[in-house]
């Protein structure tokens, strides 16, 4: 059974920094795309970072203050979070790129404070 589990998440000041992670199951890690996703209250979730091969794309939101990486040996899936902001407000989710239904989690809850 596939799963994603995402942690990291908690509460933050803006301008602080928190570390995502997000292991996955090795059937859906190796080889595929993966995306970093969040959804705001009263927002459609939206995708803010992803990774194809080793090349990293960004939502403009986030550019030059989050940056996704990955690690295959621990199949693990990372997004680091500087500067941040409280519109960065949301839970955050990590999926295959594209996403599939499937995969959704439970997400990890970041909040930050103005």
């Known amino acids: 059974q596939v799963q994603l589990v995402e942690s990291g998440g908690g509460l933050v000041q803006a301008g602080g920094s928190l570390r995502l992670s997000c292991a996955a199951s090795r059937r859906i890690f190796a080889g595929s795309s993966m995306g970093w996703y969040r959804q705001a209250p009263g927002k459609q979730r939206e995708l803010v970072a992803r990774?194809?091969?080793?090349?990293?794309n960004y939502a403009g939101s986030v550019e030059g203050r989050f940056t996704i990486s990955r690690d295959i040996a621990k199949n693990t899936v990372y997004l680091q979070m500087n500067n941040l902001k409280p519109e960065d407000t949301a839970v955050y989710y990590c999926?295959?790129?594209?996403?599939?239904?499937?995969?959704w989690g439970q997400g990890t809850q970041v909040t930050v404070s103005s």
């Open positions: 990774i194809i091969s080793s090349n990293a």
């Open positions: 999926n295959s790129w594209p996403p599939l239904s499937v995969y």
